[in-house]
């Protein structure tokens, strides 16, 4: 039964969960409904349709599709994505160190960046769209603009958020600006400086398929409303579904294991684990002396590595 309880179990049968109640939600909708019935598509039909865009390319003797295929599509907003997500860490990086460490810069900025970040998306994509038609250049500037307030706000509030008592002491150590930035600064505001990255990425995707969608001629948002167009629902889901693969991927395979490594000196996981076999075997009276022992024993670690140092 601990299977049961593990979080990879608890992993796997998500998806389970979500087939489930994809039948379940076209069966209701089916029965109120009946006009839906060649609408609403089943998952086969989905994995059909997206197996089908997978082998198109290598399927000889077929005619020319009226599109790009779906590597070249995903290369194109990939590359759009790239682009706009890497000014907009760096752009949105410095600014967001200016405002947190100056009053005067946080003046300068606050009420812009508030602007910019109540800024729908779609408006941005509209606005976009129209100036500078087709091309990367639109695509580009709306990962920029819908993810840039993101990274100046959660950078800021990172440093904002560094305990001014490592300044002091390191002051009082006489350890130079650089080492202090280096070894207090940064390693503070890590926590915020990757939900800046995840902010970032996923809300200037959504920016990227919006223009993409209304002023492009190509990428994969294009390719959504072509499915649209065209009345074919599961196409518009295959490629929504290729969308959140390729998400899980990334945060999986990229995001979770650089802050993995990021963070390994944070206890925090092996305690979380050793918290809830107290709750399961002795209740919340274990569990709070379990996470003391814990605590104590990390400490005694912690203290042993330094000492050894």
Same mark, same amino acid.
Request: hydrophobic share 55%; proline share 4%; aromatic share 14%.
């Given at each position: 039964?601990?299977?049961?309880?593990?979080?990879?179990?608890?992993?796997?049968?998500?998806?389970?969960?979500?087939?489930?109640?994809?039948y379940?939600?076209?069966?209701?909708?089916?029965?109120?409904?009946?006009?839906?019935?060649?609408?609403l598509?089943?998952?086969?039909?989905?994995?059909?349709?997206?197996w089908?865009?997978?082998?198109?390319?290598?399927?000889?003797?077929?005619?020319?599709?009226?599109?790009?295929?779906?590597?070249?599509?995903?290369?194109?907003?990939?590359?759009?994505?790239?682009? @706009?997500?890497? $000014?907009?860490? %760096?752009? +949105?990086?410095?600014? =967001?160190? /200016?405002?947190? #460490?100056?009053?005067?810069? !946080? *003046?300068?900025?606050?009420?812009?960046?508030?602007?910019?970040?109540?800024?729908p998306?779609?408006?941005?994509?509209?606005?976009?769209?129209?100036v500078?038609?087709?091309?990367?250049?639109?695509?580009?500037?709306?990962?920029?603009?819908?993810?840039?307030?993101?990274?100046?706000?959660?950078?800021?509030?990172?440093?904002?958020?560094?305990?001014?008592?490592l300044?002091?002491?390191?002051?009082?150590?006489?350890?130079?600006?650089?080492?202090?930035?280096?070894?207090?600064?940064?390693?503070?505001?890590?926590?915020?400086?990757?939900?800046?990255?995840?902010?970032?990425?996923?809300?200037?995707?959504? @920016?990227?398929? $919006?223009?993409? %969608?209304? +002023?492009g001629?190509? =990428?994969? /948002?294009?390719? #959504?409303?072509?499915?649209? !167009? *065209?009345?074919?629902?599961?196409g518009?889901?295959?490629?929504?579904?290729?969308?959140?693969?390729?998400?899980?991927?990334?945060?999986?395979?990229?995001?979770?294991?650089?802050?993995?490594?990021?963070?390994?000196?944070?206890?925090?996981?092996?305690?979380?684990?050793?918290?809830?076999?107290?709750?399961?075997?002795?209740?919340?009276?274990?569990?709070?002396?379990?996470?003391?022992?814990?605590?104590?024993?990390?400490?005694?670690?912690?203290?042993?590595?330094?000492?050894?140092?």
């Open positions: 039964m601990t299977v049961l309880t593990t979080p990879r179990f608890a992993r796997l049968l998500f998806p389970v969960a979500v087939i489930a109640f994809w379940a939600g076209v069966a209701v909708i089916k029965a109120v409904w009946p006009f839906a019935v060649d609408v598509p089943l998952p086969q039909e989905v994995v059909g349709a997206m089908g865009e997978l082998i198109d390319p290598f399927v000889e003797g077929k005619d020319a599709p009226t599109r790009d295929n779906v590597y070249l599509t995903f290369a194109i907003s990939l590359y759009r994505l790239l682009v @706009g997500f890497l $000014i907009a860490m %760096v752009v +949105g990086t410095i600014i =967001g160190l /200016g405002m947190g #460490l100056s009053k005067a810069v !946080d *003046a300068f900025f606050h009420d812009w960046v508030m602007a910019v970040l109540a800024m998306a779609l408006g941005w994509a509209l606005f976009i769209s129209l500078f038609g087709f091309g990367h250049t639109g695509p580009i500037l709306a990962v920029i603009l819908t993810g840039i307030p993101f990274v100046i706000v959660n950078v800021r509030e990172g440093v904002r958020n560094t305990p001014r008592e300044f002091d002491m390191a002051r009082a150590f006489g350890v130079k600006q650089n080492r202090t930035t280096r070894h207090v600064l940064v390693p503070a505001m890590m926590p915020f400086f990757f939900a800046a990255i995840r902010y970032a990425f996923s809300i200037g995707w959504k @920016g990227l398929v $919006i223009t993409e %969608v209304f +002023g001629q190509d =990428g994969a /948002g294009w390719t #959504l409303k072509f499915y649209y !167009d *065209a009345h074919r629902a599961h518009v889901v295959g490629y929504a579904a290729f969308f959140i693969i390729f998400a899980l991927l990334l945060e999986r395979f990229v995001f979770e294991r650089w802050s993995r490594r990021v963070f390994r000196w944070r206890p925090d996981a092996g305690a979380m684990e050793n918290v809830e076999q107290a709750f399961d075997v002795a209740g919340a009276e274990g569990a709070m002396a379990a996470s003391a022992f814990i605590t104590a024993e990390n400490l005694d670690d912690f203290t042993d590595e330094h000492k050894d140092q």
